[in-house]
């Protein structure tokens, strides 16, 4: 039997492009109604163009122009059957010395209205595979504040393993520090 469109199985993961303005703005404009950003270290969509945001995203996949402190990283989209964009995230190529306290290797984040439908878990799980497609990962940190509960279940479901509890240099909370071997 064929799983309808809104479930998180049928989601799936594409590279930033910018025939994909229209899912983003309108993920973009939910997250800003609930106080939230969904890319916080490229706001460039509200103030540049689209395209440039998307040249931002991929001068990042390459390592070229990095902010300070950042790492190369690739971005996916996770889109849902019907072509919404339901969350998004990041894989960083290595670990800095503030990664590897805190950030790891992954990153993501769920639109504030799919959130507890189980498509956290997938683009968790869809990211770390796009990680061991890349062959030059052997374990993946990913880190989460250790409040968040959604978050360390999402590591946890995809085989994350606790190594530590540190405490973060940029907010004093606790952070959860886990590894998953590939
Ligand atoms: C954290 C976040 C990614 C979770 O995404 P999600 O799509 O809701 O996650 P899932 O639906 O896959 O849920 C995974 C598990 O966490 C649980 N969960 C999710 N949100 C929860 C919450 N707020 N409180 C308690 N449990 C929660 C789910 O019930 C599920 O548990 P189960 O498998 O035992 O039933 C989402 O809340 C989010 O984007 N938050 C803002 C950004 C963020 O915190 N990113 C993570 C940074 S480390």
Redesign the pocket.
């Known amino acids: 039997m064929a799983l309808p469109a809104h479930t998180s199985a049928q989601a799936a993961l594409v590279r930033p492009g910018a025939g994909l303005r229209a899912p983003f703005l309108e993920a973009a404009y939910e997250y800003r109604d609930a106080g939230e950003e969904l890319d916080p270290a490229f706001p460039a969509y509200w103030n540049a163009s689209f395209e440039e945001y998307v040249k931002q995203l991929d001068d990042l996949a390459q390592g070229r122009h990095l902010p300070f402190s950042m790492v190369r990283s690739d971005t996916f989209w996770l889109l849902s059957g019907d072509g919404r964009l339901i969350?998004m995230s990041r894989l960083r190529g290595r670990l800095s010395r503030s990664l590897r306290i805190e950030g790891g290797h992954i990153?993501?984040?769920?639109r504030p209205s799919?959130?507890?439908?189980?498509?956290?878990?997938r683009l968790c799980a869809l990211t770390i595979e796009e990680a061991r497609k890349t062959g030059k990962f052997t374990r993946l940190l990913i880190?989460?504040d250790t409040r968040?509960?959604?978050?360390a279940?999402?590591i946890e479901?995809n085989g994350g393993i606790l190594e530590n509890y540190v405490i973060s240099p940029r907010s004093g909370r606790q952070v959860s520090r886990y590894w998953v071997t590939l």
């Open positions: 969350g990153g993501y984040t769920i799919e959130r507890r439908k189980g498509y956290g878990t880190t989460c968040n509960t959604g978050s279940r999402i479901k």
